[in-house]
């Protein structure tokens, strides 16, 4: 809209013209179009540019977080942005970028010789209860925690059943 050599509008000509031709676009103002003659200039196109915006952290800064990660690779990623005065997603980049992941340690309990017939012996103890009306199923809580503990109550009733 603004043309070329003799054929040049100004940005106030081409903001009517604008405003003319596109009517159900909201309008668009001088300083926009100055923007855009800017960047045509500039860059040859008005498409928009993604923007990358890299992280900037100086390697000591990146050699402690990584010492940091390999003393105590337990520690999170949130921790150690804090620790370093760092953005956590800085953090997060730099991490990926070096190829290392803190992790969580999980604790988890240790499967025995007998487990799977404790967990029959279990069962057929609990289908006893429910089928001599009890057990409700009602009282039962399924949950897909982690981490579940059952209270001495739901342990008496069942060892009462047999």
């Not at 001088?30 to 923007?51: D, F, L, N």
């Not at 390697?59 to 010492?67: A, E, F, I, P, R």
Request: aromatic fraction near 6%.
């Amino acid at each position: 809209m603004i043309g070329y050599g003799d054929r040049a509008r100004s940005q106030c000509e081409v903001v009517r013209l604008f405003r003319e031709t596109h009517p159900d676009l909201p309008p668009l103002n001088q300083g926009t179009i100055s923007k855009i003659e800017a960047q045509y200039r500039e860059m040859g196109h008005v498409r928009k540019v993604p923007s990358k915006r890299q992280a900037v952290v100086d390697d000591d800064t990146k050699l402690n977080l990584l010492l940091a990660l390999e003393e105590k690779p337990i520690t999170s990623a949130r921790q150690l942005a804090r620790d370093s005065n760092l953005n956590h997603k800085t953090v997060l980049k730099v991490v990926k970028y070096e190829k290392k992941r803190p992790y969580k340690m999980q604790a988890v309990q240790e499967l025995l010789e007998d487990d799977p017939d404790r967990r029959v012996e279990f069962c057929d103890l609990l289908m006893t209860c429910i089928d001599q009306n009890q057990l409700s199923l009602e009282w039962i809580v399924f949950s897909d925690e982690a981490t579940f503990t059952l209270n001495g109550h739901i342990l008496l009733c069942i060892l009462n059943c047999s």
